[in-house]
């Protein structure tokens, strides 16, 4: 039974790293938009916390400190994730607002 509910753990803190940071790529993609430290780029970072908070509760990992360096690291690597979309889409032509899921649809829209 032990096993299981560390199996069962571990799967669960694979899942919240991994939606962690698709959580994150469209905020990046925001802040890589908005002028830095403006009030859209303080929330383009904020406003995800409480998704992961979420996240941690429903599927009881909880707040052992073991799981902050991974979940911190997926969420920054989210939010550089975006960012980096941001400047290849830029570098490629491609008009860019402040959000992802648009861009993509206008630029499938004119392809």
């Not at 799967?11 to 790529?25: G, S």
């Not at 979309?85 to 630029?107: E, H, N, P, W």
Request: proline share 4%; hydrophobic share 50%; with cysteine.
């Amino acid at each position: 039974m032990f096993t299981e509910q560390k199996k069962s753990k571990s799967m669960n803190l694979i899942l919240v790293t991994l939606v962690t940071f698709l959580i994150n790529i469209p905020f990046g993609y925001w802040r890589a938009n908005v002028r830095k430290k403006s009030l859209q780029w303080i929330l383009a970072i904020h406003i995800p916390v409480p998704f992961v908070v979420f996240l941690r509760i429903y599927s009881e990992i909880g707040f052992a400190f073991y799981t902050y360096p991974i979940i911190v690291a997926a969420y920054f690597l989210g939010q550089f994730a975006g960012v980096r979309i941001s400047k290849i889409r830029k570098q490629a032509g491609y008009f860019t607002s402040s959000c992802l899921v648009m861009d993509y649809y206008r630029s499938s829209k004119a392809d």
